[in-house]
């Protein structure tokens, strides 16, 4: 993906284009002179971008001043992408520059390989670890959005490294072909040959065997067989041309639905730091591309333990339940998990994810078995997966018109609106500037914040009946006991909650408690000599903190207050105690839906509200916002 135009705007990474307003004066002459440029702010970047946009202004004035002042423009895309491009491309310096152009005229793959590598190196990415790790990640160093390397790394991943070279070495005679050639495994991945594919993973002898050819990372690019597979189905005519494979007997969705039944990583990355989700979720998507991100992003649910040793507990065959074995791959059609016992490895059993446990052990306290499930819960959603400079699939979707991509990612995580890329930049802050012309990606955002909005869902959680029983709470003239988990479900008696525990809601808790809390970005930096001062205790503190308070275990949920200006400045949150204590930034994940709530509570002229929180076992603090309440502190 080009670093593209932010909302009509040209934002070419790192160069920082920052419009001034043009003076007072008659419009421009048509053959306007060099330094009426001076109108725009053009300190950010190089001689080599300055001396192409005057050029671009010269040959046409009206057209790049539009351009530069607003989002209002009605330049074509055509235009704004070349200008775009030409000015990342001028970022590089000129070995990078050289080291491209050779990248695309080499048809070697030992040349091919020389040159990624030597770019890999000018962004700072240890080869030396890559090499170390065949059949892993290697070096996912994130590095800033802003900048050579960043663009380095943009380029690769459009022009996808050299992977191209490799389909042409498949049927070039050794006497014309000079590089090296890619394992059977991954041609029959390439090919999308299901049945090869299939009988070569049965073929290994041992569980490791099978999880290296499965993950074992190929072409420069360092792609896993997961990745090359949906990275290929997007270029069906070329793969068709280099291999001689006609494209009616490919079914690479077959292949992605084997790779993960034996054990595939679905959220394996490659050396850009790209999973599965950003090829095959991303500006170029095909019907079959997403319907194999789809695939993924639901092995990705429950594929924390894979490869661990498992229990299986709660089956209706008595004589399973206790039995240990290794988790093994996912099987897309019905959601279950591969298991091998560990009395008979070589045997698969198809079991549902809420039947198999891993047992916890926690320091002075018996072992426990814990579902897969419960334990997965902070498994990352792969729409969320960030790539080495921050970015995720949706940032490239959202310069798109890919509207159809769009509404499949927001439909699998409403999150991936406010995760910023390395330079703090969201796709939500992208679509707070004005936007010109028709984008089918614009409605789908506009449609789902109006659709999915929090705060709606919040405004609708104040229950009044039990959820086992139905009895009012006015009939009972008390208050309903309340889950201390999802502080969602309400009931009337213990004897209720015990039975709704053990016939449903067990089942739903933990997501409910999700799916209402709202997880806060990081803290603000501190303004220069604020101060702490609480009157209760008459202590004063310059120190900050975004944690659980002393008397707070993991996971247990506290009372804080949260005290709001408005949307334009920092929320101040905090504990009765201070110990908890920070500031959170506008534009930060959270803040919007955070200060509504704050605005919408009226006991306080929408100026604070208290609320329920805690410190998730991601160490990531999480807010109810359904639970405003009055307090006196």
Known sequence: MWCSFKRGLIQPTGAGLVPVPAPQASPSPKAPHRQDMDKFNLDNLNEEQKSFLRSAFLEDPDVLEDLLKSGTTTVSQSTKSKLTKKCCYLLLDKESRSLLAQLKATISTVESSKIIRRLLEKTGTS???????????????????????????????????????????????????????????????????????????????????????????????????????????????????????????????????????????????????????????????????????????????????????????????????????????????????????????????????DNIFVVSKCAGQQSRQVCILDKSLRAKNLVEVQDRIGSISLHEVAMSSQGDVAKFLLHRSSNCLD?????????????????????????VIRGHLKKTSKKKLWKVRKKEACEMCGTKANRLGRELRQCTSCLDAVYCSKECQVSHWKGFHRKECKEREKQLGLELGDPASIPKGHTSINFCSQTRSSQFHCTAPKSAKQDEKFWVKVQSEGLQH??????????????????????RDLAESVADQTEFLGKKSFYLAKINQDGKFVIFPHTSAVKKW
């Open 127 to 353: 080869c030396d670890v890559n090499d170390s790790d065949p059949y892993g990640n290697g070096d996912q160093t994130p590095l800033p959005s802003e900048g050579a390397s960043a663009q380095i790394l943009r380029y690769l991943f459009a022009d996808g490294g050299d992977l191209e070279q490799w389909w042409i070495g498949y049927r070039m005679p050794s006497s014309a072909y000079s590089g090296k050639r890619l394992p059977a495994f991954a041609w029959n991945c390439i090919m999308g040959d299901h049945i090869a594919v299939r009988n070569e993973l049965q073929a290994q002898p041992t569980f490791q065997d099978r999880r290296n050819v499965l993950e074992q990372r190929v072409t420069s690019m360092r792609m896993s067989p997961l990745i090359l597979t949906i990275a290929s189905s997007k270029n069906l005519d070329r793969v068709s041309q280099y291999t001689g494979r006609p494209t009616k007997l490919m079914n690479h969705v077959a292949v992605v639905g084997i790779l993960l039944m034996y054990g595939a990583s679905p959220n394996a990355k490659e050396v850009t730091g790209k999973t599965a989700c950003h090829y095959g979720a991303g500006s170029h998507a095909t019907k079959d591309t997403l319907e194999m991100t789809d695939m993924c992003i639901r092995a990705t649910a429950t594929t924390t333990f894979l490869g661990r040793n498992v229990v299986l507990d709660g089956l209706s065959r008595k004589n399973y339940n206790g039995m240990e074995g290794i988790l093994g791959g996912f099987v897309s059609e019905t959601e279950r998990r591969v298991f091998h016992p560990l009395n008979d490895p070589k045997k698969e059993m198809a079991i549902r994810p």
């Open 419 to 443: 995760i910023p890329d390395l330079s703090g930049r969201s796709v939500r802050d992208m679509f707070m500037k004005p936007v010109s012309g028709v984008n089918p990606v614009n409605d």
């Open 570 to 591: 920092n929320l101040l949150i905090y504990d009765k105690t201070h110990y908890c204590n920070f500031y959170l930034a506008p534009g930060s994940l959270g803040f």
